[in-house]
């Protein structure tokens, strides 16, 4: 138990879907972080927040939305998306924007069909 | 970006020590080298981490060159449940000051009895 809590742990969509990922900690952090890791690839960052406004946005597609409504919470809408994103997308806390531990969640898998 | 350079995989006996290098050798002088691990399926793991100095915690040891180009995770007593994939990354800032962790492809170490 790492104190980052992700929801729902699998998730299966269509193309034509919409639905969230959400991201909670209890850790008091002030950064929060999306990253993908599709099969047999490295872990890509893909969103930053710190004190809940993006700092870091790595060229991802507008089908990802993320929202931070306030430090403890992060999400991930998703819409329209395609096959080829089917991966577990990692969320990830850390006390501070510059240096320390991040603890990471289990992670979502979501398979889109 | 400082980048890391890590052999793809490494074979361990059960109750040896396993030594990890990593390869850095464009890092800055004030970025952290920090050593992650992922268990199959799982969020990455935080394992320790250390800027000039020797560091050692319950569970590793991190020792890093005077030079600061590379450095090796040691466990001193590799068990089964250590078999993972081991990251060896370093702090990098991105264009807003702000610290991002980018994870490379790692070392699988296979722990056998």
């Known amino acids: 138990e790492t104190g980052v809590t992700q929801t729902p742990r699998h998730l299966v969509m269509g193309m034509t879907n919409k639905k969230s990922l959400k991201c909670e900690q209890h850790?008091?952090?002030?950064?929060m972080y999306w990253y993908k890791q599709s099969a047999k690839k490295p872990l890509e960052l893909m969103f930053v927040y710190s004190l809940e406004e993006r700092v870091e946005n790595n060229s991802v597609p507008s089908r990802f939305s993320p929202e931070c409504p306030n430090s403890s919470h992060l999400f991930l809408h998703l819409h329209t998306l395609q096959p080829e994103d089917s991966a577990l997308y990692l969320c990830a806390s850390r006390d501070g924007t510059w240096a320390g531990e991040l603890f990471f969640g289990e992670g979502s898998r979501l398979t889109v069909l | 970006d400082a980048k890391t350079t890590q052999p793809p995989s490494m074979d361990c006996a059960e109750g040896r020590a396993a030594n990890l290098p990593c390869n850095h050798s464009?890092?800055?002088?004030?970025?952290?080298v920090y050593w992650y691990r992922q268990i199959h399926s799982q969020g990455p793991q935080y394992i320790i981490h250390g800027l000039k100095n020797n560091e050692t915690n319950e569970m590793a040891s991190l020792i890093i060159t005077e030079d600061r180009k590379s450095s090796t995770l040691i466990l001193p007593h590799a068990t089964l449940r250590d078999t993972a994939v081991y990251y060896c990354?370093?702090?990098?800032?991105?264009?807003?000051?702000?610290?991002?962790?980018?994870f490379g492809k790692g070392t699988m170490l296979l722990v056998s009895p």
């Open positions: 464009t890092i800055s002088g004030n970025e952290y």
């Open positions: 990354i370093v702090d990098a800032r991105d264009r807003s000051g702000y610290s991002t962790l980018t």
């Open positions: 850790l008091g952090h002030n950064a």
